[in-house]
Structures are given as structure tokens and as C-alpha cells.
């Protein structure tokens, strides 16, 4: 065979090696596609995820960390709670294996699931429990949630089992039940004077997915970097990724200098305008989530005639296009808005009429309830005039929110004054006193919102959130008695009964409801959050993201079921 090979002309032999690696190339091809057809690509452990943040840490504690988006992001993965919100928004089980609610609403029985251990290796127990309860009941210790504890009382039944008994039902009440577990074994013994100033309260031991292992700082004492490992023994199952390190930046800006510097892989809760800069990197995915926030003129009745008129409110809400606010100032990320419930939220009317963009018949209205344009084009009705003061925060985007909403009135007859005002004096010289025409403010309240705080008449006045001063009693009798039952049909049948209520009235303009924006390098994948009331549950699910993947053959159980 040899010395036939070798008989052979120069060409001869450049064919034959040719078709030779022909062969070899096409076997190799279609043993691939084999490979590939016959195989899946599942998660795999390891990896790091680098992930950036506004602002520095200071309190990693549960109890603590409401007012920082920094602590709370961290505390969402260092803890864990009896409850926790999913990928939807909507409340699961956590450490808590059942619930028994008493008949009057008033008791609930809380059993821990067995197997769940803090990062210290200590079981999690029902005193661990109570312990922080009793922890944020004290006053001592500051937590911003002490208001929704203190009618509480709890008692600890047995090493599993914990009872909360309420003073009055409150449908909202498991909310409070995700709060992060403290261990008692640790804490206990650090004096309540000596609470805030603890170092566990940066160096944290919990019993969520990822347990704290180290932190860098700059010469002024500032957190450059904070890393979490991968909590082996996690109850919910071992994360896929293995190390989380989070580095913290003074601004949004510097924060995206540091996306584009490739310094981190993610980064969270990004303004229109700074996701505006992001295609200077390549695979970037931004993914909006739901959250409950939103923003609206909220009408006040008492201090300008012209809004008294029923027809004047009912214009303001059909001659708003509400989209091309959001097109122009969140580049069409955000939801439009008509009323105190959201389209995405589970309580929401969409049976009712909810008022739409129509301008033209908004001036046909104005026009057939004897609203004549003056000279100015400002209308006018019984020597009163169409024009409005809108109180506004100095904030960027609400300012040329109402630069948009003046542009858009001035079609309908509508002169628009805007003030603004910084919000420490807003805050005390417009919310409190009430002393305002219009007002253009945000809300946000939960995905499973309880409307009482909002639109009750007795939070009308001065520290209530009633900003639109809704006064009606038919309404505060079905936003006490929503609150008080847990029969989900009946709270959905009242809150319907309080969206009509609303809409007869139109005491406020809702507008949008701007998206979350999640930003990353497309690096980490399983990440599937839909909805959420705030940023740090965007870490739902955290211990099914990955960022390495392996194949396996199909049929075949593999990592993803665990280690």
C-alpha cells in the first residue's frame, strides 16, 4: 500500500490527504452534531459573580438594613426569613414548613422546617425567632420595623414552633414574617447599647445561601469589596454559583464607569439616562421588573376651585397621554397608570373604565361644561380661570415630568404653574401642611397592597399619606374591613368597590409606574424574576442562578438535582 502511495503523482497524493481530512472533518462534524442533539446543557457549579452597587453598607443586619439598598441587597443573601417573596412577588414559605391561622385572624402557628442550620453550624430554632422579634420591639436597637411589631406578642410553643398573636386581624400580617432570622446564640449577649455599633452587623452570620467570608476597605475605612461564599449546607438547596463579590461605587455614575470598565458584571436599578450610556459594551442584557412604585398629580380639591369641578379632573385623566410620558422620559420602560391599583398587581379592577388617551374628547368635555377658551387660550368658567400650581420635587426626571404635563395641558385649555421645590422643604412646607393646588409625588406600596394608609380620610392630614385629601366614608369602611378579613374573594370583591369608588371621583392623575432596571453582562443566567416590591428581591431564586453550565446526556439526572 505504501510503495502504491508512493507511485502516485504529486497531485494524485494532494487529493487523496484532501479527501482524507474531508473524511475526517465531516466525521468529526456529525459526531458533534451527535453529541449536541443527544445531550442538554444544565447548570453547573463554580463560577463568580462580580456584581456592582450605589453606596456603602453599614448595618447587614435584617433588622436594620430597610433604609439602605446596599445592607438590604446583602441581607437578602446572607439571611433568610419564615417567609420570603419568589420570582413573582408573591409570599412562599421559607424556614417556615406550616401555617395555622386561628379563626379570628388573630393567632398564627408557625412550624420551622428541621435541617436548617445558621453558617456557624447552630440549628435555627423558634427562640432564634423570637429573639429577633423581641429585638426589633426594642426601641433601643432603632429597627424601622418596630411599628408593624408592636402589637405583636410572641411566644416561643416548643423548640419548632413559634405563635404570634395579634391584637387585631391584618391580612398583611406574613409580610412581616420575612424578615431575616438573627441567631439568639450570638446576639444575646451583645447589650442593647452595643447593638448598633456590633460587628456582626458587617461581619453577619445568617442562614441564607451565602454566608459572608471577607471584605476589603480603602484608607478612610470605606468597603471597597465584599465577597459571600456559596452556604453548602443551605436548606434550599447548594447554590450554583460559588462566590458573589460585590463592589460599591459613590454614585450611578461611577457605578457605570465601572460596568463599562468591566469591573463588575452587573449592576441594578439604573436610571433611563444612565442606560442610555450601556451599548458601549457589547451583551448587555437589561431586563425590567415590575415593582410597585408610581407616580401621580394628586389633587387638592380645598386649595384650587378649578379642580373642585368634576369635569376638570375627569379632563386632566383622558388628556394625559401617559405614554409618550414614558416613552420620552424612561424610553418606554415603564407601565402605564390610571388608577392606586397597577395593571400587574392581583387586586386590580380590569373590568372597570378606566380612563384612556383621548384629547380630543377631553376638550369636548371642557368645552360642552362651558370652559371657554380667553384671550390666552386658558379656559375659563364664571370669571374662573383653568389654571393650576403644581408642586413639584427637585428631581430630574419629575421636573420635566411636568415640563411634559404643561406642554400637554396647554392643548386642553389648561395653564400649568410649576414650583419646585427641594424635597426637605417640600416635605415640610407642602406634604405636611397640605399647602399645595397640585401635587406631582410618588407612592409605593406593596405588590399586595393595602390601600388604608393612602386613602383613608383619617391620613388626610399632616404625617397621613392621603395626599389627594379622598374624604369618603362608603370607601373607609371597605378599606377597614379589607384589611381585616383574610377571605382573599372578599378583599378582591371590596378593593373593586374602592377602584369604582375611585374612578367616580378621579381625586388624583395617576402616570406610570417606571420599570426596574437589572443590568448585567449576560454572564449569569438563571435569573427570572418577574415582580417585586423592592430591589434586594431581585435575589429570589438566587441559588438557581449559574454562570458555569456542563452537558449531560439526555435522560440522565445530572447537577442540577442537587449535590
Known amino acids: 500500500m505504501r510503495n502504491v502511495f508512493h507511485a502516485l503523482g504529486f497531485w494524485e497524493k494532494t487529493l487523496i490527504v484532501g479527501l482524507i481530512f474531508i473524511a475526517l472533518g465531516v466525521s468529526l462534524y456529525w459526531m458533534g452534531a451527535l453529541y449536541m442533539a443527544n445531550t442538554r446543557e444544565v447548570p453547573a457549579y463554580g463560577g463568580k459573580y462580580r456584581e456592582g452597587i450605589a453606596g456603602q453598607p453599614r448595618y447587614i443586619n435584617p433588622i436594620l438594613s430597610q433604609t439602605s439598598d446596599a445592607d438590604a441587597d446583602l441581607v437578602e443573601l446572607v439571611f433568610a426569613g419564615l417567609y420570603a417573596y419568589g420570582h413573582d ?26 435541617g436548617v442550620v445558621f453558617h456557624d453550624g447552630t440549628e435555627v430554632t423558634a427562640d432564634d425567632v423570637a429573639f429577633t422579634v423581641q429585638a426589633i420591639q426594642n426601641p433601643t436597637n432603632k429597627s424601622p420595623l418596630r ?36 441567631p439568639k446564640h450570638l446576639w444575646s449577649d451583645i ?28 484608607a478612610n475605612g470605606d468597603i471597597l469589596e465584599y465577597e459571600l461564599r456559596a452556604f453548602e449546607r443551605f436548606f434550599g438547596g447548594v447554590p450554583y454559583i460559588s462566590q458573589f463579590v460585590f463592589r460599591f461605587y459613590s454614585d450611578e455614575e461611577s457605578l457605570i464607569d465601572g460596568y463599562l470598565r468591566k469591573e463588575v458584571s452587573g449592576m441594578q436599578g439604573i436610571s433611563a439616562d444612565g442606560i442610555s450610556r450601556l451599548s458601549e459594551r457589547k451583551s448587555t442584557v437589561i431586563r425590567e421588573i415590575k415593582t410597585p412604585r408610581s407616580f401621580a398629580v394628586f389633587f387638592n380639591q380645598t386649595a384650587s376651585v378649578a379642580l373642585a369641578f368634576d369635569e376638570v379632573r375627569e379632563a386632566l385623566n383622558r388628556g394625559t397621554d401617559r405614554q409618550a410620558i414614558i416613552g420620552e422620559l424612561l424610553g418606554g420602560r415603564g407601565t402605564e397608570v390610571s388608577g392606586p391599583f397597577l395593571p400587574f398587581m392581583d387586586k386590580y379592577a380590569a373590568d372597570l373604565a378606566w380612563p384612556t388617551y383621548d384629547q380630543e374628547g377631553a376638550n369636548r368635555l371642557l368645552d360642552e361644561k362651558g ?66 393646588q397640585a401635587l406631582l409625588y410618588g407612592e409605593q406600596p406593596m ?18 399619606l392621603n395626599l389627594a385629601l379622598f374624604d369618603n366614608t362608603n370607601v373607609d369602611e371597605m378599606l377597614v374591613a379589607a384589611r381585616e378579613t383574610l377571605d382573599d374573594d372578599r378583599r378582591r370583591a371590596l378593593y373593586r368597590d ?43 431564586g438566587v441559588n438557581r442562578w449559574y454562570v458555569k453550565t456542563e452537558r449531560l446526556w439526555k435522560g440522565t439526572d445530572g447537577v442540577e438535582s442537587g449535590r
Open 191 to 218: 447589650s442593647p447599647d452595643r447593638f448598633l455599633l456590633a460587628d456582626y452587623n458587617l461581619k453577619p452570620i445568617g442562614c441564607g445561601p451565602y454566608r459572608y467570608v471577607d471584605a476589603s476597605k480603602d
Open 498 to 540: 374602592f377602584q369604582a369608588a375611585y374612578l367616580a371621583e378621579m381625586p388624583a392623575l395617576f402616570l406610570f409606574s417606571p420599570s426596574y432596571l437589572s443590568v448585567t453582562d449576560g454572564s449569569v443566567r438563571g435569573v427570572d424574576v418577574e415582580r417585586m416590591n423592592a430591589s434586594s428581591e431581585r435575589f429570589a
Open 147 to 182: 411599628q408593624n411589631w408592636q402589637t405583636v406578642d410572641v411566644r416561643v410553643a416548643d423548640r419548632k414552633t413559634i405563635v404570634f398573636e395579634l391584637k387585631k386581624p391584618y391580612f398583611g400580617f406574613l409580610e412581616n414574617l420575612t424578615v431575616g432570622i438573627l
Open 371 to 436: 370652559w371657554v377658551r380667553n384671550a390666552e387660550s386658558v379656559r375659563e368658567k364664571n370669571g374662573i380661570p383653568l389654571r393650576i400650581d403644581l408642586v413639584v420635587p427637585d428631581w430630574l426626571e419629575l421636573v420635566k415630568t411636568a415640563e411634559i404635563l404643561k406642554t400637554q395641558w396647554q392643548s386642553l385649555g389648561i395653564g400649568l404653574e410649576i414650583i419646585v421645590m427641594s424635597p426637605g422643604d417640600l416635605q415640610r412646607n407642602a406634604v405636611q401642611t397640605r399647602e399645595y
Open 447 to 464: 405588590l399586595d397592597q393595602d390601600p388604608y394608609s393612602f386613602w383613608h380620610s383619617s391620613q388626610k392630614r399632616e404625617s397621613g
Open 89 to 114: 412577588g408573591r409570599l412562599k414559605p421559607e424556614v417556615a414548613e406550616s401555617l395555622e391561622v386561628s379563626e379570628d385572624g388573630k393567632t398564627y402557628t408557625v412550624k420551622l422546617k428541621e
